[in-house]
Every structure is written in C-alpha cells, then in structure tokens.
C-alpha cells in the first residue's frame, strides 16, 4: 500500500482534480459549440468563431487558477510556464517543431505537382488573415487546451507516476475529450487527437515547458484551418487529403519525434558524463587527502 507524502498527491485528489477539471471542459466546450451554433446557425462565422475563443480561454484561466489550490495544490510554474522572455523563445520553438517540416514539405509536394496552391488575395490580406487566426486559435485551442491537458492534467499525474505515464494519461484525457465535444467522431479523427495528444505529451516530457506545446499546437492549427475553406485568402487543392495528411501530420510528427528522441538521448549521455566526471573528480581528491600525499 502506498503512503501519501506532502510531495505526493493521495490517488482521490488526483482523480478528483481530474474530473472536476474534465467535467467542467466538457461541458462548458459543449456549451461553446452547441449554444453559440444555437445562436448563430451550424455554418461557420467569424462572430461565432471570436465568441467561443474568447470564452474558451476566460473560462479555463480562472478555472485552472482554483484548480491550483483544492485538491492538489501546484503552482504556475508546475504546469510548465516560465518567464514571459524564455516562454516566448519556447512558443516559437515548438511552432518551429512543426512548422519547419511541415512547410518544406507542403512546398516540395506542391512543386511536384501533387496539389495546387493558388494566392485569391493581396499579400496584406493574407498577413492580416493569419495573424486573425492566430489570435483565435491562441485563445481557443492552444492556451484553453494546453493548459487543461498538458499543463493540469500532466502536472497532477505526474505528482504520482513518471513523466512518461503523466504523457500517455493526459493523452487518454484528451481523446476522450474531442469524442466527447464532438470534435473527434470518426476512426481517423481519433487516431489524429491520439497522436496529437501523445506527441505533444512527449514535447512536454523533454522541453518541460508547456510554451513549447501551445507553439506546436498553434502553428499546426493555423495552418490546417487556414487551408480548410472557411478563409479564402489561399487555397490549396488538394481533394483527396493525401498531401494535407503527409504535410501536415506525418512528416512533421514524426520528425518531431525523432528530434525529441534525440534531445532525451543526448541530455542521458551529457548526465553520464557529468556522473563520471563527478566520480573521477571525487575519487582524485580522495586520494590527495591520503596521509602521506603532497
């Protein structure tokens, strides 16, 4: 049987942060989507699109503040946010992670002739239109979501289990959110909130910062819902979805899993040896102090 500590969470604190927290997402994002598309109809505006993100993100910010205190209390820093100067190198970090790849490949499919890219509006509209979007996706997925799955939810299982475990459970959560709200009802939507979850998980394991995930996630979000219809600034043709799936979720996943993978290796062999070293280092000094040593 396991005792609880000041430093551990009892399991009924965790499991009761988790579903207050869960219960309260679920319902108010269904309220977001259900009641706004009650008011303004089930096709998309921009008014509706500006209502829910704005509601997302001052609900979750005051929830996650009272969440810091009762059950488990945790501070900002451990959901993984630091100062605003080393937090903005993260966010643009983590955009990096995905945008990077994800680009470069977008551009050399296109150049392959295997979609069609066509510019509909003047270079100003278009930087205009994207930093819109960025805004409403900062305040609807990226800073609400974030906050919610990699930041309290990873927080308080990693209070109990290992990092890796803390990852895969916060990705669990966020499946099951996305069926939930409706945002994930097909085999290949669950499949992409899995994956996505996991590997923004496995950004939080290795950056420990929750910056970097709201960077990745937002950059992946513009673009894809830049290109999906409801902004006509730029279109990419691309009817069946091969090069949307290949751009944007299987080379930038996957290298950015690589690239994770690689940093965990590296800082393993740096604390090697910094550990021999140290030993070295200990074992030298041992031996001068030895009677009869000068």
Same mark, same amino acid.
């Given at each position: ?19 207050? +927290?869960?219960a309260?997402?679920?319902?108010w994002?269904?309220?977001?989507? *259900?009641?706004?598309?009650?008011v ?8 509706a ?8 993100t001052?609900? +979750?910010? %005051? ?14 820093s ?7 100067r ?12 995905? !945008?990077?790849p994800?680009l @470069?490949? $977008?551009?050399? $499919?296109?150049?392959?002739?295997? &979609?069609?890219?066509? +510019? ?14 960025t805004?409403l996706?900062?305040?609807y ?5 974030e906050l ?6 990873? !927080? ?9 475990? /803390? ?5 669990? @959560?966020?499946? /099951?959110?996305? !069926? ?7 085999? *290949? ?5 899995? $994956?996505f979850?996991?590997?923004?998980g496995?950004?939080? #394991? ?15 979000? #513009? ?15 691309? %009817?069946?979805?091969? #090069?949307?799936a290949? &751009?944007? +979720?299987?080379? %930038?996943f996957a290298?950015?899993?690589? @690239? ?12 090697? #040896?910094?550990? /021999?070293?140290? /030993? ?9 102090? $030895?009677?009869g040593?000068r």
């Open positions: 049987m396991e005792t609880p500590t000041a430093d551990r969470p009892t399991r009924a604190a965790v499991s009761a942060g988790i579903l207050l +927290v869960f309260a997402a679920t319902g994002w269904m309220l977001l989507i *259900d009641g706004v598309g009650a303004t109809g089930t096709e998309y505006t921009r008014g699109h500006i209502v829910r993100a704005v509601g997302a001052l609900f +979750v910010i %005051p929830l996650i503040a009272l969440m810091l205190r009762f059950p488990v209390r945790l501070r900002w451990d959901l993984g946010l630091t100062g605003w080393l937090g903005g190198k993260q966010l643009v970090s983590g955009a990096a992670c995905w !945008a990077v994800a @470069l490949t $977008l551009a050399v $499919l296109v150049g392959a002739g295997w &979609a069609e890219l066509s +510019v509909q509006a003047p270079t100003a509209e278009i930087v205009g239109a994207l930093l819109g979007l805004a996706v900062l305040l997925e990226a800073i609400p979501e919610v799955f990699r930041g309290y939810f990873f !927080a308080i299982l990693a209070g109990r289990f290992v990092p890796v475990w /803390a990852a895969v459970g916060q990705a669990a @959560l966020f499946t /099951a959110w996305g !069926a939930l709200i409706g945002a994930a009802i097909s085999v *290949d939507r669950i499949v992409l909130f899995a $994956l979850a996991t590997l923004l496995a950004l939080r #394991v290795v950056t420990g910062s929750l910056w970097s995930c709201m960077g990745f996630h937002t950059a992946f979000q #513009v673009t894809a819902q830049f290109f999906s219809g409801a902004w006509t600034q730029m279109e990419l043709h691309d %009817p069946d979805l091969t #090069v949307t290949v &751009a944007f +979720v299987a080379v %930038p290298s950015t899993a690589v @690239l994770l993978w690689w940093q965990r290796r590296s800082r393993r062999g740096s604390a090697v #040896v910094a550990e /021999a070293t140290s /030993a070295a280092s200990a074992a030298v000094a041992a031996e001068a102090e $030895l009677p040593k």
